[in-house]
């Protein structure tokens, strides 16, 4: 059986603007993926859903300015069960240079700012795994 | 925590399997959760996982939990495992959500009911998508099952979405069967032909604050009480809950309970385990003589011939197909039959 | 009150202009053009055509559709002089970091000539979460300020006279506008400031709470219905000066929905609370007066012109002809206007100020009561102030030199305009009756139905800029060959997390435990009987009770819940 990327979605913390992380979970779905949604949850929740789901790919969605504090506290507990396969990624509203500083030191693999289409998203995810797109 | 766990990370093979597999059995999350991946997919070492874990376990306690979309079954079964984990068991869930035909893609919501209260309890809960399985409940399933009772696990609950069989799946793979229900769920006449009734082992009616709920209730345990059932038999109890609230989860648990002490002292749950082995049987065996038959019997190379044969109507389709069978297996045979015989024959003079 | 037929056009004229119109659509226009008519649509989906005529607005009746201004149907505006004799009201941002840091600020607001003052919290406080609680990690004085106790409402207004000034606490949450607002009335009691004199506003909108936007802990809808209801009532009756609500439509479109869904969801909110305060026992005439609306200004230019302009017409026919008002105020619909954060673009973001001044232009002819103009970094963080005064630039552009606000509802009359005005005003009742029809608001939200409407619509809306059918310009309309940067300052909240902290200690430290056990135990008893919840909000905050433990009492009883999304 051909295998699937899952991905784990997360909202992070007490953020509250659902549009977009529940419209890339749509899209994803449609890519072929197996997107396990977790709604909002705090870091310790999410990377132990990374452990249980086997995931390939953690996506956070943050548009409320904690991404400098939760974002690398994901990254961290990732590492520290083990998990550091798992690629992180990132969407939401922040300043250009936060996005380069998780990318560049905080292990985030990368971040996806406003106004990023779908597509993109999507071709990273499936470029990071190593895995080819899944055909139905 | 897998701290020493000194395995690279992508190899599934090999010894490196070895490791995983002991990982999982010694209580390993990391290694369980690997294992589950591979049993899934079906993987090459996924036969060498089951065989080697099998003879650790037989002794979960595995629940069911069905009902139709929007009923609140996710929050009833996080609760419900609150309570599992106060009484100080290790607990496994495996929530099934159907998969996109279209894309193969699936969105997997169950997990989103848990609240920041449920951090640091002892329970692994794993997403799967149905995949082809038109029941709701994949094959894989049951394995994913056992693979968490392996880990640890001394209760297993298994979530599905109740539409079209999955129903008589969950019944079939599991000790005990919760219908999870609410006033919208529509009239109870529409529940009687979906089966829901023979299957169930308890009712619960969820959003118990609503409208309607009272009444539901009602209506289930009339239908309940009028169905003939042998002395001594397991009357379902019709519970009440408001998941969302906390309220009734204590009385679901408590007769979850009591079903299992009356499963276990009329000897019930022996059979019913017994039955169930034996279905899975009968279908590894039907699936391993599927393999055989498409891989080594059957020339698909003639394939096209036959259709072709079929299509100038030359001859239906089952005697085409008996003919096809037939041939090969009387082929098979009479081979082994010369084969014997000719040993017999070199062995004669012995 | 009968009203005459006040015909815009002769019969005869019409259908002279109709034929003409005809006929110079047959000959004037190219093939082309004509294949091409019925392909253009407003952004909710009204077909739009290339020429409007007074064909098109043939049935309309002055006196039944129009009127004067400051009169039924108040369809032109809701005061007779509009911006001549009140202009819209410009209300800045405050609130980032510790109330103290907030206070100086607003003192230096009210120095400079501001009336009215805003106060906007932090997540965990929008959300009911004390500073120090594990949920809050990471977002203490980020983005608003951070309020625990009643001693940061008082650390905030020190030494501002309370009864001088227009507070507006936004306090998103009918939970939170039980508690915060209770914060500030008792403040101003303690300080001798007469109920009679505290003027403001919360927004207190359960469609805040369960709809439009996620949380790890949300309270069901009917629950969060409840405090709402509980807040108008206790509000209208006690706080004569307080507007103690206002229907959020800006976030539920932020959210996800077209303009024809923005206006007719707030309404169907306030037609829901009316029927329960009516239920209460409480007159229409009673709260209608105090009800505001909050708008979101977009990019459809004259949609949003129709839009603003369909929403004061069918709140007078319901208010009207549903409810029986007889008061005018409860009969006019005023309304805040903040435009479209959601259609800013964080590539090229000085765009944003051609954007928002725009959608600014548009919200004063459509007549609103105040204006938010959004600031162009609003894609990366909380306002500058080089951006902030640029929005307050461009609000100021508008009222002092385009002379636009020298004339009441400039485009009454244009065909265009009012033929929009009045497909939306029919769209908008369309839904509304489709909402009644499923039992009312409450029961839409609690079955998932909204929260679906809005995932449909991100999902449609997200497609048609994936195809490139809705252009964003510089992003998938004639996008730069390199992508521009620019340096953009981004503002850095102070360390509010360990003066928050500490405060709590040492709150904790002087304050009575029983007496706070007690007050929490009351409203935990009361939180199942029908009683109006505020008065005991306020005794508790009183008793030094902290938000959040409030918060917690109300999870508790009323239990917890999630979006129906799965």
Redesign the interface.
């Known amino acids: 059986m051909t295998r699937k990327v899952r991905v784990v979605m997360a909202k992070l913390g007490l953020d509250i603007h659902w549009r977009g992380v529940y419209l890339v979970a749509q899209f994803l779905k449609d890519a072929g993926m197996e997107v396990v949604f977790l709604g909002n949850q705090f870091p310790e929740q999410i990377a132990e859903a990374a452990l249980e789901e086997d995931a390939d790919i953690v996506g956070l969605s943050c548009l409320s300015g904690n991404h400098m504090t939760l974002a690398p506290k994901v990254v961290r507990l990732l590492r520290e069960k083990g998990l550091e396969r798992v690629k992180v990624f990132m969407g939401g509203v922040m300043a250009p240079e936060d996005a380069v500083e998780l990318e560049r030191t905080h292990g985030v693999h990368k971040v996806f700012l406003p106004d990023t289409p779908m597509e993109t998203i999507v071709s990273h995810m499936y470029e990071s795994v190593g895995r080819p797109r899944h055909q139905p | 925590m897998s701290g020493g766990l000194a395995i690279s990370p992508d190899r599934d093979r090999g010894p490196d399997l070895a490791a995983w597999i002991d990982a999982c059995l010694r209580g390993d999350k990391r290694a369980t959760a690997r294992l589950i991946s591979m049993v899934e997919r079906r993987d090459p070492g996924a036969s060498t996982i089951l065989e080697r874990i099998y003879p650790h376990t037989g002794k979960a306690y595995t629940i069911g939990i069905t009902g139709p979309p929007g009923a609140g079954k996710s929050t009833l079964v996080d609760r419900l495992v609150n309570e599992f984990c106060k009484d100080r068991f290790s607990v496994g869930v495996i929530a099934v959500d159907p998969t996109s035909p279209f894309s193969g893609g699936a969105l997997l919501g169950d997990r989103v009911r848990m609240t920041p209260g449920s951090r640091g309890r002892d329970c692994f809960f794993r997403s799967m998508s149905a995949g082809d399985a038109v029941g709701g409940l994949g094959p894989a399933t049951q394995d994913v099952a056992r693979v968490l009772e392996a880990n640890g696990r001394q209760i297993v609950l298994i979530e599905t979405v109740g539409v079209g069989q999955s129903e008589l799946d969950v019944a079939q793979a599991t000790d005990t069967v919760l219908v999870v229900l609410t006033p919208e769920s529509g009239d109870t006449v529409q529940m009687m032909k979906a089966g829901l009734l023979e299957i169930a082992d308890i009712f619960a009616v969820n959003k118990a604050d609503r409208l309607g709920a009272d009444s539901l209730a009602l209506a289930l345990a009339g239908m309940l009480d009028r169905k003939p059932r042998a002395a001594g038999a397991w009357r379902p109890p019709v519970c009440t809950t408001s998941a969302s609230l906390g309220n009734g989860t204590r009385t679901v648990y408590d007769s979850i309970w009591r079903h299992h002490h009356h499963l276990r002292d009329t000897g019930e749950l022996e059979q019913r385990r017994r039955s169930r082995l034996e279905k899975e049987l009968r279908r590894k065996v039907e699936e391993e003589l599927k393999r055989v038959l498409w891989d080594e019997l059957v020339q698909t190379e003639k394939m096209s011939a036959w259709v072709e044969a079929v299509r100038k109507r030359e001859v239906d389709p089952q005697r085409m197909a008996r003919r096809i069978v037939t041939e090969r297996l009387e082929a098979k045979i009479h081979r082994r039959t010369r084969m014997t015989r000719t040993k017999k024959e070199d062995h004669a003079g012995d | 009150m009968a009203q005459k037929r006040d015909l815009l056009f002769n019969a005869e004229s019409v259908q002279s202009i109709e034929s003409g119109c005809n006929e110079w659509f047959r000959t004037a226009l190219s093939e082309a053009d004509r294949e091409a008519e019925g392909r253009y649509f407003s952004a909710s989906g009204i077909p739009v055509k290339l020429l409007y005529t007074p064909a098109d607005t043939q049935d309309m009746d002055y006196g039944r559709d129009l009127g004067f201004p400051g009169r039924e149907p108040f369809v032109r505006g809701v005061y007779p002089n509009m911006y001549r004799g009140r202009m819209f009201t410009v209300r800045q941002l405050a609130g980032l970091g510790a109330p103290e840091d907030c206070n100086q600020r607003i003192k230096y607001l009210l120095d400079h000539g501001a009336t009215g003052v805003n106060i906007l919290f932090d ?2 406080t ?2 009911g ?1 004390d500073s120090d609680d ?6 203490v004085g ?2 608003g300020a951070a309020v625990d106790s009643i001693r940061d409402i008082d650390a905030y207004f020190k030494d501002i006279d309370l009864g001088k000034v227009s507070t507006s606490i936004v306090t998103h949450l009918p939970s939170t506008s039980i508690v915060i607002p209770g914060m500030y009335f008792a403040v101003a009691e303690e300080r001798g400031t007469p109920w009679t004199q505290l003027a403001g506003t919360c927004q207190n909108d359960f469609i805040m709470e369960t709809c ?6 949300i309270l ?1 809808p009917a629950a969060s219905f409840r405090l709402q209801c509980d807040v108008v009532e206790w509000i209208c009756r006690n706080i004569p000066r307080w507007n103690p609500i206002s229907y959020n439509g800006y976030n539920l479109r ?3 929905t077209d303009a024809v869904q923005e206006v007719a969801v707030a309404i169907a909110n306030a037609v829901a609370t009316a029927e329960e305060l009516i239920r209460r026992g409480m007159h229409i005439d009673d709260f209608a007066p105090r009800m505001s609306f909050f708008w979101d200004l977009h990019n459809d230019f004259f949609e949003e012109i129709a839009k603003c302009r369909a929403s004061r017409k069918v709140w007078y026919q319901i208010m009207k002809e549903r409810f029986g008002a007889r008061n005018q105020k409860s009969l006019l619909m005023r309304f805040h206007v903040q435009t479209a954060g959601v259609t800013l ?3 090229e973001p000085f765009n944003n100020i051609a954007r928002s001044a725009i959608q600014g232009l548009a919200a004063v002819l459509g007549g609103c009561q105040s204006l938010h103009i959004d600031s162009y970094d609003e ?3 909380a306002p500058t102030e080089q951006a902030a005064l640029i929005s307050l630039r461009s609000q100021q552009i508008i009222q002092a030199e385009t002379g636009v606000v020298n004339t009441v509802d400039p485009l009454a009359g244009s065909y265009f305009v009012e033929s929009l005005t009045d497909q939306m005003a029919q769209r908008i009742a369309a839904y509304l009756s489709k909402i009644e029809e499923m039992g009312g608001l409450v029961k839409a939200v609690e ?2 139905w909204l929260h679906r409407e ?2 449909a619509y ?2 449609k809306h ?1 497609r048609s ?2 195809t490139g059918e809705t252009k ?1 310009v510089g ?2 309309y004639q996008p730069a060959e390199t992508a521009q ?1 620019c340096n ?1 300052d ?1 503002f850095r ?1 102070p360390e509010t997390y360990t003066r928050q902290k500490a405060k709590l200690e040492c709150l904790r430290r002087e304050r009575n435990p029983r007496k706070v056990k007690e007050c929490l135990e009351v409203i935990r008893d009361k939180c199942g009987s029908g009683e109006n919840l505020y008065p005991y909000t306020i005794a508790a905050v009183k008793q030094l009770a902290t938000l959040g433990e409030i918060e917690e009492v109300f999870r508790e009883e ?9």
């Open positions: 997540l965990p929008i959300r979460y594990p949920e809050a990690e990471g977002n980020a983005c439009v936007g996620s949380a790890p802990e069901p932020e959210a996800g673009t964080a590539t894609a990366y963080s079955s998932g809005i995932s991100n999902y997200q800029i994936e964003l992003v998938n940067c953009i981004v909240y009323f239990g917890l819940w999630a979006f129906p999304l799965f």
